[in-house]
């Protein structure tokens, strides 16, 4: 499970600091893809292939199922760590995720989320918390 918020900078080259409690679960190789809300989602290998099983099921049919298979797997790549703990991520998904120099790596669950720390920033207005959590607990999720 991954958890925590971790800040760092982008370098001239597009090489991001993996931190070492997620490379710890991600390995040396995983995959980078555009997330939502405008961030980046990181798979470990072994999720990424339960993802994709789980897509493999959906018909084709499905128009909407159809757009977000090509959103989610063609902005995908697979990234690997090199002896410093960075990864390069391409240039489509830092353009995707506003992501210039500062960065926020964030543990949720199953993923890791990358953001630009100007739109982590601007997406933490958490005043509407206490609405959120009773549409959760409809949902069976409650805290």
Same mark, same amino acid.
């Given at each position: 499970? *991954? ?11 597009? !090489? ?6 997620? !490379?710890?679960? =991600? @390995?040396?190789?995983?995959? +980078? /893809?555009?997330?939502?809300? &405008? %961030? ?9 292939? =339960?993802?994709?099983? !789980? *897509?493999?099921?959906?018909?084709? /049919? #499905?128009?909407?199922?159809?757009? *977000?298979? !090509?959103?989610? *797997?063609? @902005?995908?790549?697979? %990234? ?22 500062? +960065?926020? #790596? +964030? ?34 999720? &409650?805290?």
């Amino acid at each position: 499970m *991954f958890m925590g918020e971790y800040n760092h900078t982008i370098d001239a080259k597009g !090489r991001l600091i993996v931190p070492s409690k997620f !490379r710890e679960q =991600l @390995g040396n190789e995983f995959v +980078v /893809t555009k997330g939502l809300d &405008g %961030c980046l989602f990181v798979y470990s290998n072994e999720e990424w292939q =339960l993802i994709e099983e !789980r *897509f493999r099921e959906k018909p084709l /049919t #499905s128009k909407d199922a159809r757009k *977000f298979m !090509r959103f989610f *797997f063609a @902005g995908a790549t697979s %990234c690997e760590v090199d002896k410093q703990g960075r990864i390069l991520i391409p240039a489509n998904l830092r353009e995707y995720a506003g992501i210039d120099k500062d +960065v926020v #790596s +964030v543990g949720v669950l199953s993923r890791v989320e990358i953001w630009s720390k100007d739109r982590w920033m601007d997406n933490g207005d958490y005043d509407d918390m206490d609405e959120i959590a009773e549409h959760m607990a409809e949902l069976g999720l &409650g805290i």
